[in-house]
């Protein structure tokens, strides 16, 4: 039988992907002084079963409902703090202060290897404010391994109405911003051990698709949920397959219109979510519910 050595990074690139072996990219001293990870014990947690498949009414600051090591997955979309009738009239400052407070508590709760993936968009224009580099630069500050980002192409779904500042000339062009970004991080070590022997649930499909870097899918409108930044159920229906096992457990802080627990129910996994707006908490209820229904029905 002949053996065939793996493929090795060359100065200018290896195209080939089959037992590649990186170890020389990483040693360089690009990557000198950075986080890589670390060896840790798996530890997981079981949380409560009255605190799984719930909606807390209250600040995700303190999710006391949640011990160490018990989630496997956390996606969301904080609020952007832009005047929003559910937002806070907060400085950046004090904005990015919240956000950490959040993202730390999250850090405890992931087991290791547990993911992250933040929906945000960047804001105004004089000047423009590139929220997902301050997000990344918090995450890295609190101990996160940045796995990469992902571009959502809104391009099919954009509001034709955005302005263009002066239009046809050159005197204050306004770039229309027909994207998002999803940041994915993971907590201490960069794969999930599966000591239970979970069951995947992506397909070749899925997977092939899912990994690219660029997603295209519609918005959700606002009106139709009834709540003012929903995202659509794609999003987190897409990071659950393609980070989390059958039965895994799903968190989202800043729940909102419940749009992650519906992702969750529907890939068969558990959700934990939370938001300080009774009202957005009653939504997230009445339209769980609305799928509970809907998926009784079609299997009665």
């Not at 940045?146 to 391009?155: A, F, S, T």
């Not at 059958?246 to 627990?261: H, K, N, R």
Request: net charge positive; hydrophobic share 35%; glycine share 6%.
């Amino acid at each position: 039988m002949k053996i065939t050595n793996g493929s090795k990074t060359s100065s200018f690139g290896a195209p080939a992907k089959i037992n590649h072996d990186s170890a020389v990219f990483y040693a360089g001293r690009l990557y000198e002084g950075l986080n890589n990870g670390k060896d840790v014990d798996y530890i997981e947690n079981q949380i409560l079963p009255q605190n799984i498949n719930k909606i807390f009414c209250k600040s995700s600051e303190a999710m006391t409902e949640l011990p160490d090591n018990s989630v496997h997955l956390m996606v969301t979309s904080p609020p952007y703090n832009v005047g929003k009738e559910y937002d806070k009239n907060l400085s950046l400052k004090e904005y990015r202060e919240l956000l950490k407070r959040v993202f730390k508590e999250t850090h405890r709760v992931l087991v290791p290897g547990g993911r992250v993936c933040i929906n945000v968009a960047n804001l105004g224009r004089k000047p423009y404010l590139p929220l997902h580099s301050y997000i990344v630069e918090d995450m890295n500050a609190l101990g996160f391994l940045m796995r990469g980002e992902i571009l959502w192409d809104k391009g099919n779904s954009a509001s034709p109405s955005t302005a263009w500042g002066s239009y046809l000339k050159a005197n204050n062009p306004v770039l229309r911003d027909v994207h998002e970004y999803i940041l994915v991080f993971c907590k201490d070590t960069f794969s999930r051990s599966n000591l239970q022997k979970k069951k995947s649930t992506i397909s070749k499909e899925e997977f092939l698709e899912f990994t690219k870097s660029i997603w295209r899918f519609s918005a959700e409108r606002a009106r139709k949920i009834g709540h003012p930044a929903p995202f659509p159920v794609d999003l987190p229906y897409r990071v659950i397959q393609l980070y989390t096992f059958e039965g895994d457990v799903v968190l989202d802080p800043f729940v909102g219109a419940g749009t992650t627990c519906i992702a969750a129910l529907k890939t068969n996994r558990k959700y934990v979510g939370y938001d300080i707006d009774r009202k957005y908490c009653d939504l997230s209820g009445q339209r769980i519910k609305k799928f509970l229904q809907e998926q009784n029905t079609l299997f009665n």
